[in-house]
Structures are given as C-alpha cells and as structure tokens.
C-alpha cells in the first residue's frame, strides 16, 4: 500500500476501524509530534499506525536509542508499515489495548509517550474506555498522550481518564482536525 488511493480503498473496506478515508495531513503529523520531548522519550508507542504516515515523523524525530512499537491491526495497513526499514522500529500487529503484554515480552518499560489516530468516535464507549485504560496503565507517569479526532465528541473520555486535556486545532486537514493533548 503505497498511495493515497491505496489507503482509501482499505478504509472503504474496513471503515468501522479505520474512521476516515484519508491520511493524516503533513500538518496534523508534525502537530502530534511536536507534543512528545524526545530528547527524553526512549520508549515510544503509536496506536493505529495505519500506512506510517506519522510513525516516519515520529521516526525522524527519536534520538537514535529510542524504540518505537506501532500497533496496526489491518493485515494490509501492516504490509505497508513492513516498507520502513528502521532497526528502532517494531510493527505489532494487535490491538492497542494488548499493550501490557506486547511491552513486556519485549522487556520494555512503559511508554515515554504515546501517539494515537485510533478512531475511537466509531467505537463504543465500552471497548474505548478499555482501550485508553489499558494503555494509560502503561505510561510513565507525566507521559504525553496524543490523540487525533475530527470532532470533539469523545474529550469527556481523556478529561474522566487523564484529567486536563488540551485541544489544538488544525484546520489543514482533510477533515480539519483536532489534536488532544493528556498527560499521565
Ligand atoms: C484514522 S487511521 C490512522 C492512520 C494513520 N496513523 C494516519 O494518521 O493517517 C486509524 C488506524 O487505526 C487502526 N486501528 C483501529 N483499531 C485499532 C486497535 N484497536 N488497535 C490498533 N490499531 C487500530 C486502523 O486499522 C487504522 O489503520
């Protein structure tokens, strides 16, 4: 999966889990990540990693003893993330709320930081919530949770699991979209 037009032919597929038809804009990438320190961060985690298009801003942004553990659960989206030839970076093909599990059997800590586009505005309540506790369980404490929405429907969520949230908006994005930003 190469193209934009690839990427859209997989989200009509499965749009219940991927929740939009396009990648996320140049724009939006560089917004998430600019929320991560990663003169600090060593262990980082993505959630719905789709075909990387932000896991290689993140990439170009992690000092060189940092790893990186990108959750896809799409066959194809895993085959196009499988493109990126990076030593730091693992592609784990599983559910995000697997997570306790996947960081352990590769005897890593829990995550510096956290960089999600899972579309949990298409989920229930129920299976959101058990998401975003079981990867809050796994951070440091202070650590950045980043999440990408379109709209600001499920915020409640992170201000009932986190506390603050802060949201940024970046209108240069097909649809505009909304950055919130939680913390440990
Ligand atoms: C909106 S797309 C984001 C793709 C890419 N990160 C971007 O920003 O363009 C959401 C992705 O989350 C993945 N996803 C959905 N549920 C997931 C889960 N429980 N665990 C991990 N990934 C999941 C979908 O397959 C999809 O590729």
Known sequence: MATKGDFFRESLKNI?????????SKYVCRKMVSQVDFSSARTIVELGAGDGVITRHILKAMAPEARLLSFEVLPKMCEAL???EDERFTIV??????IAEQL????LPAADAVISAIPFVAFSDDLSYRIVRA?????KVGAP???LHYSL???KMYEELFGEVKVLFVPLNVPPAFVLVSHR
Do not use: C, H, P, Y
Not at 16 to 24: L, N
Not at 135 to 139: E, F, G, S
């Open 82 to 84: 499988e493109q990126i």
């Open 16 to 24: 219940k889990t991927v929740g939009t038809f396009t990648r996320s």
């Open 104 to 107: 352990a059997v590769r005897n």
């Open 93 to 98: 093909q599983d559910s995000a709320e697997n």
């Open 135 to 139: 990867v809050r369980a796994n951070m």
């Open 145 to 147: 949770f980043v999440q």
């Open 153 to 155: 429907l499920k915020k």
